[in-house]
């Protein structure tokens, strides 16, 4: 403050012409004596430091700088805010001193703590610690400046495990209590918005014991005090610092210390004697170690001599030029470029005040200006401990924040940064580790909302983001992943000829195809025989190739359903079979009518020859091609996407389009089944050897049996297997009547051809 005050009296620009008076005061960081110097001043009985004719105003107060501390500050603003004096504090960070309505006469030159607690919060954040710890001065610095950064980081999704206060003049206990919640806490960040005297006594108190690393986030009061860099076990810390700033001249005033100086002065004195062990004036002559003049303090390192880390200091230099460009605006006048100040001009500390408001200037590069609430711009160095290769901790400095940018672009880390135990890697300082995509965040029940439990998704719903609070389900189309992360498309299914059912199905459906062709071709090579000839050998034929119909009918069920391949499936099945069963019952009514024409009198043959053998089958299959007809006319099958027998997958299939049509074809099929079961059955003590009604007898028990097992299966069975079912029905019931029917007789005419002679066939008396 003194150099900065003589720089502005040897100015030529800054107040020329007029000399600055000053009073300095050590509050020792008592707020009593503030108060009581405060008291002094605001009164006008201050000691007068210079007198002569050439001081207009001597000992009349026109502005104060400081306090340091927050809470003295406050104190003083009270009581010099009603007589409008204007004070500048250069380290009182405290948000509550920039209510102008308690504090009208308030101004400072470092950055309020809400500027500093928004910088904490982002700084947090943007590291993605989410669970930390807090403690704090029980002084209005530490409570205020927490109370804005815990707002700011319940803002930003940050929580807070704890959060503790101390006093330096606090019982022992209550700090050894501090000290064990940050030992014992699950939280690896500590956020310390605390003063310097107070972190020395928390930092003592837990070297005294193991204590687990942690991360120190600090503030600008402890995180560039060089007295704190001796606790090694901090390394690693980061935090904001005020920016450190260059003063020309400003090593060479200090090292400017002549003997007489230092003797004026108690603080200078004792300085001296402690860093070169003498002892100076009357006090030398009573001990052995005298200075005798040969000391040189450019020799030394000390914090006195040290000026590469002006930080604060360059915030009293600021102050000191503020107060100076208030009054130079109150008293000077610029005219024709030349600056005119009446020193003899009569000013009040309420013009200062006025003019403070309006104070925008730049010395050594430095832009000061304050704004509606006493506050300057916030800037800040982003602050890191670091071990240097000798062992000792250093202060490097690796980036920057500027509240005056946009929003996001504040931060700005230029060099690598390290962390606690010498660390490269952000350390992880989290409640509950994230959750990975395909879970959802579960909140632990009374605890903190960065507590949370990682639950996974339900069926059918995915999360595709880490940390989701909610699942989302996939569309209709498409289905989750094993890890439920992403919804992939559902597979489609149907029976293809890709696969080995479909292969099985096809390769009996071709096969009894072939093998009724082959026993058609044996019943053609021997049509002339009396087996053949036996029972119609032309309803043999036809229901032969009924049944290559009915064979290869089943391959319309195979493949992926299309809108021609629904409509004809069914119907081609329906219509197959009728013609297949009206073959069966022309035969059973001709075994019939055979066995009555040969008793005596009876001539019935000619009431059902081949004509009416012919009509029969046509009129029967008649009835089923208007049954398909209307069925296909009102409501016809069509290709469907089912997407309900499945969750996880599509079923392509044929809607039935009339439910009552399908039925319709499968009950006058049913019906004519037992028509034919029943004849059947009544010709069933025909004699053996011409006995073709057991036959057709056993055929049609398995068909009955086949399709009647084939209505529970076929409502049961999910997917493609209902049509695997309708086609073993179809393939079942085809084989029963073709093994049942033509085997026996093929097996006679290839392997006992002395019986296909018309006398066996006509022998009642065989067995």
């Not at 300082?429 to 998704?457: A, E, N, W």
Request: hydrophobic fraction near 40%.
């Amino acid at each position: 403050m003194i150099f900065a005050i003589e720089e502005i009296n040897n100015s030529t620009e800054l107040l020329p012409g007029i000399k600055l008076g000053y009073q300095i005061y050590d509050s020792c960081a008592s707020t009593p004596v503030a108060v009581h110097v405060t008291f002094q001043l605001s009164s006008g009985l201050d000691p007068v430091f210079y007198t002569g004719d050439n001081c207009s105003q001597s000992g009349t107060v026109m502005a104060i700088v400081g306090e340091s501390g927050s809470t003295r500050s406050i104190s003083m603003s009270r009581i010099i805010g009603p007589f409008n004096i204007p004070q500048v504090s250069y380290f009182a960070t405290c948000a509550c001193l920039s209510d102008k309505q308690q504090y009208p006469s308030f101004f400072r030159t470092i950055p309020s703590d809400q500027f500093q607690a928004d910088a904490l919060a982002k700084l947090v954040k943007h590291f993605g610690w989410t669970w930390i710890g807090a403690i704090r001065s029980d002084s209005d610095y530490g409570n205020n400046g927490m109370a804005s950064f815990l707002d700011a980081a319940h803002k930003e999704g940050i929580c807070v495990e704890y959060s503790e206060s101390f006093y330096r003049t606090h019982p022992r206990s209550r700090i050894q209590r501090v000290a064990d919640i940050i030992r014992r806490s699950t939280a690896v960040v500590v956020v310390a918005f605390i003063s310097p005297e107070d972190m020395r006594i928390l930092l003592e108190e837990l070297s005294l014991k193991p204590t687990p690393p942690r991360q120190w986030i600090g503030t600008e009061a402890w995180v560039t005090d060089p007295d704190m860099l001796r606790f090694s076990f901090c390394a690693g810390a980061i935090g904001f610092g005020i920016e450190k700033s260059v003063i020309p001249g400003l090593r060479d005033f200090l090292l400017d210390l002549s003997p007489s100086k230092v003797a004026a002065s108690p603080v200078l004195t004792e300085f001296w004697e402690e860093e070169f062990n003498c002892r100076l004036g009357q006090r030398s002559a009573t001990e052995i170690n005298a200075c005798d003049g040969t000391e040189d303090i450019e020799t030394i390192q000390s914090p006195y001599t040290d000026t590469s880390q002006l930080r604060i200091t360059n915030m009293v230099y600021k102050a000191v030029y503020a107060i100076a460009h208030a009054i130079h605006n109150a008293m000077c006048q610029e005219t024709h470029s030349i600056t005119q100040c009446d020193k003899f001009t009569s000013i009040k500390s309420k013009q200062v005040l006025t003019e403070l408001k309006k104070v925008k200037f730049s010395q050594n590069g430095y832009d000061v200006s304050f704004d509606a609430n006493g506050d300057p711009v916030a800037t800040y160095e982003l602050i890191n401990w670091q071990q240097s290769e000798s062992g000792s901790i250093e202060l490097v400095t690796v980036g920057h924040y500027d509240a005056s940018l946009p929003v996001g672009q504040e931060f700005h880390i230029n060099r690598n940064l390290t962390w606690m135990e010498g660390g490269t890697q952000v350390p992880l300082s989290v409640c509950s580790d994230s959750c990975p995509p395909g879970t959802r965040k579960v909140l632990q029940k009374g605890k903190p909302i960065c507590c949370y439990d990682c639950i996974l998704c339900p069926e059918g719903e995915i999360s595709n983001a880490t940390d989701s609070p909610e699942c989302f389900p996939c569309s209709k189309e498409f289905w989750p992943n094993a890890k439920r992360e992403t919804c992939l498309p559902k597979p489609v299914e149907f029976l293809s000829f890709n696969e080995s059912l479909g292969i099985i199905l096809a390769a009996f459906s071709v096969g009894g195809a072939c093998l009724t062709i082959m026993t058609a071709a044996v019943f053609h090579r021997h049509r002339t025989s009396p087996i053949v000839r036996a029972n119609n050998s032309e309803l043999s034929f036809l229901l032969l190739f009924s049944l290559t119909l009915c064979f290869l009918c089943s391959l319309t069920f195979i493949g992926a359903p299309s809108e021609w391949s629904c409509m004809l499936r069914h119907t081609t099945f329906g219509i197959t079979f009728v013609l297949c069963m009206s073959c069966v019952l022309g035969k059973t009514i001709v075994v019939l009518m055979a066995f009555k024409a040969t008793l005596p009198g009876r001539n019935v043959m000619k009431w059902f020859g081949p004509p009416q053998q012919r009509m029969t089958v046509v009129s029967f299959t008649f009835i089923q091609v208007v049954i398909c007809t209307l069925w296909l006319v009102l409501s016809p099958p069509f290709p469907m996407i089912n997407l309900t027998t499945y969750k996880e997958r599509i079923i392509l299939e044929c809607a039935l389009g009339s439910a009552i049509g399908f039925w319709a074809v499968l009950g006058y099929i049913g019906l004519l089944a037992v028509f034919c079961f029943v004849l059947a059955v009544l010709a069933r003590k025909l004699p053996d050897n011409f006995n073709e009604a057991k036959l057709i007898t056993f055929s049609m028990l398995i068909f009955c049996a086949v399709w009647v097992t084939f209505i529970p299966a076929y409502v049961s069975s999910p997917g493609k297997f209902t049509v695997a079912v309708e086609i073993f029905a179809i393939l079942a019931s085809s084989f029963g009547l073709i093994l049942c029917i033509f085997a026996p007789k093929c097996f006679i005419i290839l392997f006992k051809p002395e019986k296909n002679t018309k006398k066996h066939l006509m022998n009642k008396n065989v067995s």
